[in-house]
């Protein structure tokens, strides 16, 4: 109860501040020109400072990195005219991410194949807000701290391309940069909107610079009855920042956040039950008794310090955060965790002239870690009973990389990066867990293994990533790039712990690794827009997991040699412009974004050449859009996976595909209003939407309660006011 009225109170602080001061403040229109791919170019430029550079300052960084990248601006009409529920929506448009959503906030994220059979939460990527990792210190996470509404650009970075942040995972990095006093759409803003599954949600957000002083502060409260039964979601959030600007060259900026998360989780089906009855939920799941009444609900806090130096030549930035997370989520079991990640990250970047070429060039470092005590008990019905584990988790990770871009000519960069790391995994069972037998009248018993000895474990994780690249621009707006690039996945504590029967154990599995190469380009001419980048991963020791029980949690294995190879592909073309009338600024913009993955077993000893479960081979989105200067946006798609992934690495179930129709439309409105309204799955196809993977479906004793159904027919809309 204290949780929910600490956020509850900070929501309503944030719309005391809007509204007092409504009267003094000028209407600011948010615009920006909707680009076919997710750049998006604003009108004008918008005013930052040296810890949040403004939206276009962003977009040039991003532009300079050698390699794919993406950026999505919060000004772009496909995000303002949308009902953004959660990372699936914010990011649909970037190509080669594949994002799904599972129920609620939870949702499947993977680049280039990156945790690409993990069945929960996430792997493979870092999660950053402002650069600074939401991740836990062993690598997983989840995207409950992640605000839908609260950023004011996504970047993203593939693969080896994240090393700006020393990253060196497979997937790269997605990092919402939030909107300060300076960057946002608008001095205060308060926005409702809501729709089907008994779906609303309320944002306030109130920004001022007062002198060398500046904050921003942005609360979101978010309720849905959720499409399939039992998975009500409810979250509180708070976001924030205060930045102080000592003189020119010298500023701090202060984030924080607080976090209330409460999620009933419906599990998994079998396919004959998701074409009949997508709606049902996973028996085990929903049931009373024990393993019954599953659920997720996380308290979370975040704070965290940029401060910046501008030299004459070069810049420091040094970062630093603290996260706590206490969750309690009864499942299999009573996951009763609480925890901390803490971490400092220093880094140096400037150009210089060197003999007459320009030098590009940053240097940094992250020293961070993190402890969790980890409680597992018998779950009756959601309540605690009996303990099972009593164990500690500690981490600490020791990263230096650096990277330099040497411009031989104006129009070509050679680039050269590498990052060294040194990653701890330590694992204390504290044991004391005597054998004992938990029964209810009509529900049976269950009974806990004798566990009374203290077992401790390690691991250390090391290497050296090196990265190769060189950067073309023939013209201004046109990229050509090619690079090289190493990876490095470590394993987390899900991996390294997994769980047969009551007991906990730990597995010291290898780290990943992999070589990728690219080749892409990006630009624009004359009326076409595009983004294109081929891929091509060779990786050793990929973690893998499949679904062995439904009262189990996967189990993670080292797959000698696999292959990751697509295309990811953006583009778009003014189809039809100044449709109303010379200069009348309206046009027709046709677009699409199509992702090719190829990821196969190498001479694998048990599935020769299959391909890997979990993520279809083709993913395409088509949208064709019609604006006008003065707001009104009209934009029908479809969304179309020819054939769904295989559910199985033995490849003897593959789920089926689907086509999903869309229309999404808004309009500015006088004194600074504006309205949209998005409908999703028109036809009300049922489909799967994510996989839990299996090694084979074929045999009689394969768990095939794995499939997470998307949303039926569905519509939502929203009313905006900005002041």
């Given at each position: 109860?204290?949780?929910?009225?600490?956020?509850?109170?900070?929501?309503?602080?944030?719309?005391?501040?809007?509204?007092?001061?409504?009267?003094?403040?000028?209407?600011?229109?948010?615009?920006?020109?909707?680009?076919?791919?997710?750049?998006?170019?604003?009108?004008?430029?918008?005013?930052?400072?040296?810890?949040?550079?403004?939206?276009?300052?962003?977009?040039?960084?991003?532009?300079?990195?050698?390699?794919?990248?993406?950026?999505?601006?919060?000004?772009?009409?496909?995000?303002?005219?949308?009902?953004?529920?959660?990372?699936?929506?914010?990011?649909?448009?970037?190509?080669?991410?594949?994002?799904?959503?599972?129920?609620?906030?939870?949702?499947?994220?993977?680049?280039?194949?990156?945790?690409?059979?993990?069945?929960?939460?996430?792997?493979?990527?870092?999660?950053?807000?402002?650069?600074?990792?939401?991740?836990?210190?062993?690598?997983?996470?989840?995207?409950?701290?992640?605000?839908?509404?609260?950023?004011?650009?996504?970047?993203?970075?593939?693969?080896?391309?994240?090393?700006?942040?020393?990253?060196?995972?497979?997937?790269?990095?997605?990092?919402?940069?939030?909107?300060?006093?300076?960057?946002?759409?608008?001095?205060?803003?308060?926005?409702?909107?809501?729709?089907?599954?008994?779906?609303?949600?309320?944002?306030?957000?109130?920004?001022?610079?007062?002198?060398?002083?500046?904050?921003?502060?942005?609360?979101?409260?978010?309720?849905?009855?959720?499409?399939?039964?039992?998975?009500?979601?409810?979250?509180?959030?708070?976001?924030?920042?205060?930045?102080?600007?000592?003189?020119?060259?010298?500023?701090?900026?202060?984030?924080?956040?607080?976090?209330?998360?409460?999620?009933?989780?419906?599990?998994?089906?079998?396919?004959?039950?998701?074409?009949?009855?997508?709606?049902?939920?996973?028996?085990?799941?929903?049931?009373?008794?024990?393993?019954?009444?599953?659920?997720?609900?996380?308290?979370?806090?975040?704070?965290?310090?940029?401060?910046?130096?501008?030299?004459?030549?070069?810049?420091?930035?040094?970062?630093s955060w603290f996260i706590h997370k206490d969750l309690y989520h009864p499942i299999f079991q009573?996951?009763?965790?609480?925890?901390?990640?803490?971490?400092?990250?220093?880094?140096?970047?400037?150009?210089?002239?060197?003999?007459?070429?320009?030098?590009?060039?940053?240097?940094?470092?992250?020293?961070?870690?993190?402890?969790?005590?980890?409680?597992?008990?018998?779950?009756?019905?959601?309540?605690?009973?009996?303990?099972?584990?009593?164990?500690?988790?500690?981490?600490?990770?020791?990263?230096?990389?650096?990277?330099?871009?040497?411009?031989?000519?104006?129009?070509?960069?050679?680039?050269?990066?590498?990052?060294?790391?040194?990653?701890?995994?330590?694992?204390?069972?504290?044991?004391?867990?005597?054998?004992?037998?938990?029964?209810?009248?009509?529900?049976?018993?269950?009974?806990?293994?004798?566990?009374?000895?203290?077992?401790?474990?390690?691991?250390?994780?090391?290497?050296?990533?090196?990265?190769?690249?060189?950067?073309?621009?023939?013209?201004?707006?046109?990229?050509?790039?090619?690079?090289?690039?190493?990876?490095?996945?470590?394993?987390?504590?899900?991996?390294?712990?997994?769980?047969?029967?009551?007991?906990?154990?730990?597995?010291?599995?290898?780290?990943?690794?992999?070589?990728?190469?690219?080749?892409?380009?990006?630009?624009?001419?004359?009326?076409?827009?595009?983004?294109?980048?081929?891929?091509?991963?060779?990786?050793?020791?990929?973690?893998?997991?499949?679904?062995?029980?439904?009262?189990?949690?996967?189990?993670?294995?080292?797959?000698?040699?696999?292959?990751?190879?697509?295309?990811?592909?953006?583009?778009?073309?003014?189809?039809?412009?100044?449709?109303?009338?010379?200069?009348?600024?309206?046009?027709?913009?046709?677009?699409?974004?199509?992702?090719?993955?190829?990821?196969?077993?190498?001479?694998?000893?048990?599935?020769?050449?299959?391909?890997?479960?979990?993520?279809?081979?083709?993913?395409?989105?088509?949208?064709?859009?019609?604006?006008?200067?003065?707001?009104?946006?009209?934009?029908?798609?479809?969304?179309?996976?020819?054939?769904?992934?295989?559910?199985?690495?033995?490849?003897?179930?593959?789920?089926?595909?689907?086509?999903?129709?869309?229309?999404?439309?808004?309009?500015?409105?006088?004194?600074?209003?504006?309205?949209?309204?998005?409908?999703?799955n028109l036809t009300n196809r049922r489909y799967v939407s994510d996989i839990s993977t299996i090694?084979?479906?074929?045999?009689?004793?394969?768990?095939?309660?794995?499939?997470?159904?998307?949303?039926?027919?569905?519509?939502?809309?929203?009313?905006?006011?900005?002041?």
């Open positions: 109860m204290s949780r929910q009225k600490s956020v509850g109170g900070a929501v309503a602080l944030a719309a005391t501040l809007a509204a007092s001061t409504a009267a003094a403040q000028q209407a600011v229109q948010p615009g920006g020109v909707l680009l076919p791919t997710v750049n998006v170019e604003s009108p004008a430029e918008t005013k930052g400072s040296l810890t949040g550079p403004s939206v276009d300052e962003q977009r040039r960084q991003m532009e300079a990195v050698v390699g794919s990248v993406d950026f999505v601006d919060a000004a772009s009409p496909a995000i303002q005219t949308r009902f953004v529920r959660d990372i699936p929506d914010a990011l649909r448009d970037v190509p080669g991410v594949f994002a799904q959503t599972r129920y609620g906030q939870e949702v499947r994220l993977s680049v280039r194949g990156s945790g690409i059979a993990r069945g929960f939460h996430l792997r493979g990527i870092e999660v950053l807000q402002d650069g600074i990792p939401v991740n836990n210190a062993d690598g997983s996470g989840d995207f409950y701290q992640i605000d839908p509404l609260f950023f004011r650009s996504i970047e993203v970075f593939k693969g080896g391309n994240a090393l700006i942040f020393g990253s060196s995972t497979l997937g790269g990095a997605v990092n919402f940069v939030s909107p300060t006093a300076y960057t946002a759409l608008a001095p205060d803003i308060v926005r409702l909107d809501g729709g089907s599954f008994g779906t609303y949600r309320g944002q306030v957000q109130a920004s001022r610079v007062i002198g060398p002083l500046d904050f921003l502060v942005n609360g979101t409260f978010f309720h849905s009855q959720g499409y399939r039964i039992h998975s009500q979601s409810d979250y509180d959030q708070i976001n924030g920042n205060i930045g102080y600007r000592f003189s020119p060259t010298a500023e701090t900026r202060f984030y924080f956040g607080a976090y209330y998360t409460r999620q009933q989780l419906p599990g998994a089906i079998d396919l004959a039950t998701l074409r009949t009855n997508p709606q049902a939920g996973n028996p085990q799941s929903i049931g009373n008794g024990f393993g019954g009444n599953q659920a997720r609900d996380v308290f979370a806090q975040r704070i965290a310090n940029r401060t910046s130096l501008a030299l004459d030549w070069s810049r420091i930035d040094i970062d009573v996951v009763d965790q609480d925890g901390y990640t803490w971490g400092a990250a220093p880094r140096l970047s400037g150009s210089a002239m060197i003999g007459g070429f320009r030098n590009d060039f940053f240097v940094g470092g992250r020293f961070w870690g993190g402890h969790l005590v980890d409680q597992r008990f018998i779950n009756f019905n959601g309540t605690a009973q009996t303990q099972t584990l009593n164990a500690r988790q500690d981490v600490l990770n020791l990263e230096g990389y650096a990277e330099n871009r040497f411009f031989v000519v104006p129009e070509v960069a050679l680039m050269a990066g590498v990052k060294g790391f040194s990653d701890t995994r330590y694992y204390q069972d504290l044991g004391g867990i005597p054998r004992s037998t938990v029964s209810v009248p009509g529900f049976g018993s269950q009974t806990v293994s004798a566990d009374l000895t203290f077992k401790s474990d390690n691991v250390v994780y090391s290497g050296v990533v090196p990265k190769l690249g060189v950067l073309w621009a023939p013209r201004p707006d046109i990229q050509v790039y090619a690079d090289v690039t190493g990876s490095r996945d470590v394993p987390d504590f899900s991996d390294l712990t997994p769980t047969i029967l009551t007991q906990q154990r730990f597995v010291p599995l290898k780290q990943q690794k992999a070589w990728t190469g690219e080749i892409g380009t990006r630009g624009r001419w004359d009326r076409f827009l595009w983004d294109f980048t081929a891929f091509r991963s060779k990786l050793r020791d990929e973690l893998l997991q499949f679904t062995t029980n439904p009262n189990i949690p996967a189990t993670t294995f080292n797959a000698a040699r696999t292959l990751h190879q697509g295309i990811e592909f953006a583009g778009g073309v003014d189809v039809l412009r100044d449709l109303t009338g010379p200069g009348a600024g309206d046009a027709v913009i046709l677009s699409q974004v199509w992702t090719w993955n190829q990821f196969f077993f190498d001479n694998d000893p048990q599935f020769g050449n299959n391909r890997i479960a979990g993520i279809p081979e083709h993913v395409l989105r088509t949208t064709i859009a019609y604006r006008r200067p003065d707001g009104l946006y009209i934009a029908p798609s479809i969304d179309w996976i020819p054939k769904g992934a295989f559910a199985d690495f033995a490849n003897t179930l593959q789920v089926p595909g689907y086509v999903l129709l869309g229309l999404q439309a808004g309009i500015d409105l006088p004194h600074n209003f504006s309205i949209y309204v998005d409908a999703r090694v084979n479906a074929s045999l009689p004793a394969a768990n095939r309660s794995i499939f997470y159904p998307g949303d039926g027919r569905s519509v939502f809309g929203g009313l905006r006011w900005t002041f």
